[in-house]
């Protein structure tokens, strides 16, 4: 698969490309912001597309023109405030959603956050955080695309270990290293049981291979 | 119709409130947040039930129980942040579709924003607010209410003049004194004309009536 990745920067999003980068099943076009990010990627000779997530849609488009599948894993971040949030997680992935569509590009694979789809469990201090999450999720699934919506837990930057706990309703809180979320999210590009499928991700004991099968 | 008003504490919301109050084809129920602006309406002879739009949506559920419509005229106000714009405005509006559908109302009628469904003429400083009501209104429009989306332009103080300008895609930008907006709210409500459509307001030379019937 030619696969764009929308927020190709972000701690996920690096791991994600080297992955993809590395991988004799795909090849990646990362998407950044910034001419700097492009430069950089391009000296590692990976191909980079410059959209800004809160510009207009037809950057995404063009970006998305001839992609098999686009993952988003671009993120306001938490220092910025609720506005910013918004316009990123929310509008800008939806944006990217609809570029998709008109790209023609039929498999999209969001990653969402543990609980976005559980209004009553939203943490109080970062709620609009949840509800930009859940109704960008929310257009996903309503969406025509072919789409998988991986919620990780809390987010470590320690090493991967190859393992996770997935499912579609998990009951326990957890965390995950970002190296096993990337993982997980390329693993289930060509996964076909994790199609039109949402699920939670923590670390666990099962290889995520396996794991993606019994969802 | 017996109509519950989401907002009825706000600047439009009062008078929409007092409309119906005044109305002989309809009865009100004025949801409001606060126990004191409850009893400042019950002291007037109006029936008012408390619901927080930042709470869980069984309590608006309750609210809506029993009636045949529901407008919508809840905002965070202009001088409050984005994270209270994204709770009111996008996450409250939908929780309260999801509770008029659960409580088996049908009619549902929403006070959104001028350009709120042009994302590319959307007011940089305050695009987190148009974010907010475009993604309300189209999750209206993807649910089984029998809705109107009325998009009133620049909100003034100044009395009504009972003609408006209405059309489904306006290319001139203009105002409106808030109590035409909740006139024209009010006779939406049996103007079937205007089911399940969306609409541009602003002042001009046509009856509300007459304007609602050539949309």
Same mark, same amino acid.
């Given at each position: 698969m030619q696969v764009l990745v929308a927020g190709a920067?972000?701690?996920?999003?690096?791991?994600?490309?080297?992955?993809l980068h590395n991988s004799d099943q795909h090849t990646v076009r990362a998407m950044v912001r910034k001419e700097e990010q492009a430069e950089e990627l391009k000296k590692k000779g990976i191909d980079a597309v410059m959209a800004n997530l809160e510009g207009r849609k037809e950057a995404i488009k063009k970006a998305a023109k001839g992609c098999d599948a686009v993952i988003f894993t671009a993120g306001s971040g938490g220092s910025t405030g609720a506005d910013k949030t918004l316009l990123v997680d929310l509008d800008g992935a939806v944006k990217t959603m609809e570029a998709a569509e008109e790209a023609g590009v039929d498999r999209f694979v969001m990653v969402s956050a543990?609980? +976005?789809?559980?209004?009553?469990?939203?943490?109080? %201090?970062?709620?609009?955080?949840?509800? &930009?999450?859940?109704?960008?999720?929310?257009?996903?699934?309503?969406?025509s695309l072919n789409y998988t919506i991986v919620r990780p837990g809390?987010?470590?930057?320690?090493?991967?270990?190859?393992?996770v706990t997935a499912s579609e309703n998990l009951l326990e809180r957890g965390s995950i290293p970002r190296e096993d979320v990337a993982s997980t999210?390329? +693993?289930?590009?060509?996964e076909e049981n994790t199609? %039109?499928?949402?699920?939670?991700?923590? &670390?666990?004991?099962?290889?995520i291979s396996e794991a993606l099968k019994k969802i």
């Open positions: 920067n972000g701690k996920i999003g690096k791991n994600i490309v080297k992955q543990l609980q +976005a789809n559980n209004r009553n469990n939203w943490n109080e %201090k970062i709620r609009h955080y949840y509800v &930009a999450k859940h109704y960008a999720d929310r257009f996903l699934q309503a969406s809390g987010l470590l930057n320690e090493p991967g270990t190859g393992k999210v390329v +693993a289930s590009l060509t199609y %039109k499928c949402a699920f939670d991700l923590i &670390a666990g004991e099962t290889e």
